[in-house]
Nanobody, 125 residues
Framework: VQLQASGGGPVQAGGSLRLSCAAS????????MGWFRQAPGKEREIVAA????????YYVESVKGRFTISRVNAKNTVLLQMSSLKPEDTARYYC???????????????????WGQGTLVTVSS
């Protein structure tokens, strides 16, 4: 499986971006997916996660109400809609596929095995 993230770029505070992650492979719908981010000098943190059927989602507290994760299994795609962006959202954003085939919600980076190359989001004030 390969993951290709896109949609990042520069944006002013208060603006919106939609990140997209396209997955190759035939088993996309069997795995939970997540979006992570890493700012310079900081550890990678989970932003949002979604189960394989979209039955459950998770958001880190700092993005609740502003970001929405979704997936379209028929298109092997997971999305992250980001609105009301803040300068502290500036980071490289990565999509990732869970390590194990399950219906669970995975929120630890250790639960993920396959990572995309990341897309940079820069929010200016």
């Amino acid at each position: 499986v390969q993951l290709q993230a896109s949609g990042g770029g520069p944006v002013q505070a208060g603006g919106s971006l939609r990140l997209s992650c396209a997955a190759s492979g035939l088993r996309f719908s069997d795995y939970g997916m997540g979006w992570f981010r890493q700012a310079p000098g900081k550890e990678r943190e989970i932003v949002a996660a979604i189960t394989r059927t979209s039955s459950s989602t998770y958001y880190v507290e700092s993005v609740k109400g502003r970001f929405t994760i979704s997936r379209v299994n028929a298109k092997n795609t997971v999305l992250l809609q980001m609105s009301s962006l803040k300068p502290e959202d500036t980071a490289r954003y990565y999509c990732a596929e869970a390590r194990r085939r399950s219906g669970l919600l995975h929120i630890s980076p250790l639960d993920y095995e396959t990572w995309g190359q990341g897309t940079l989001v820069t929010v200016s004030s």
